[in-house]
């Protein structure tokens, strides 16, 4: 066992992990954060998104001993309230039907707005590739974050 220190979602905790335990069992087995989804375990799928320092990434693939002190983002730490503009607008567009991806698709989506906040087409597929909807919510995730956009800039989101 190794003892590690995550960051996330705002606050820190210690764990005692084995040294190759992936991320996502981290934070759903010991910290019961279950909002990060197990799918594909491979990396493809994008299920297990989470934020790490602002950079999707599939927790997946990265031991837990790695992350020791960067800051973590999880769905459950995006907001409490469920009124960030990308949760918002997923909301307003119905984008989810089964939900199970959408907390990756979410927290992909608030990268990509935080890095570029109005997405073209192109650039909304090359950010969202990553991620897998087995329900094709693609078109309406494309308009949730065009949506989510509008809002960040006070527009109101009118389609």
């Not at 799928?45 to 002190?69: F, I």
Request: net charge negative; glycine share 10%.
């Amino acid at each position: 066992m190794s003892q590690v220190t995550l960051k996330i979602n705002g606050a820190s905790h210690t764990l005692d992990v084995p040294p190759d335990m992936p991320l996502l069992w981290a934070l759903r087995d010991k910290l019961n954060l279950v909002g990060t989804k197990f799918s594909c375990g491979i990396g493809i799928c994008g299920s297990c998104m989470v934020l790490v320092n602002g950079v999707p990434t599939q927790s997946c693939l990265v031991p837990a001993v790695d992350m020791a002190e960067l800051n973590i983002m999880t769905i459950e730490g995006l907001a409490p309230d469920g009124d960030h503009p990308v949760q918002r607008a997923w909301n307003d567009e119905d984008v989810a039907q089964c939900g199970y991806c959408q907390g990756g698709q979410i927290l992909a989506a608030v990268a990509l707005l935080d890095r570029n906040p109005n997405p073209s087409d192109k650039d909304i597929d090359g950010a969202m590739s990553g991620n897998l909807c087995r329900c094709g919510t693609y078109p309406r995730i494309r308009k949730a974050i065009k949506r989510a956009a509008q809002y960040a800039a006070g527009e109101g989101g009118a389609s």
